[in-house]
């Protein structure tokens, strides 16, 4: 239930951030997986905004199979 709470608020920038620097893939990267643009991703960072759903959705998941593989 806490994944879909999270999903729901969406995920914080910051915590993105953590995920990315524990991840093999850089920010680039990630912004590609997400289909947002790279300025986009600098617009959250710089706003310290939470991703929408749909794009909190999508980071958990490559983060829960990245962890399984």
């Known amino acids: 239930m806490s994944l879909i709470n999270t999903v729901r608020q969406g995920i914080?920038?910051?915590a993105f951030m953590k995920l990315v620097n524990?991840?093999?893939f850089n920010v680039s990267e990630w912004s590609s997986?997400?289909?947002l643009s790279e300025r986009t991703m600098q617009r959250y960072?710089?706003?310290e905004k939470a991703f929408?759903?749909?794009?909190?959705?999508?980071i958990l998941e490559i983060t829960l199979l990245y962890k399984k593989g």
Not at 52 to 58: A, G
Request: net charge positive; hydrophobic share 20%; no cysteine.
């Open 52 to 58: 929408d759903p749909i794009h909190s959705e999508k």
């Open 45 to 47: 960072k710089k706003e």
């Open 33 to 35: 997986f997400l289909h």
């Open 12 to 14: 914080s920038f910051s």
């Open 22 to 24: 524990k991840s093999p």
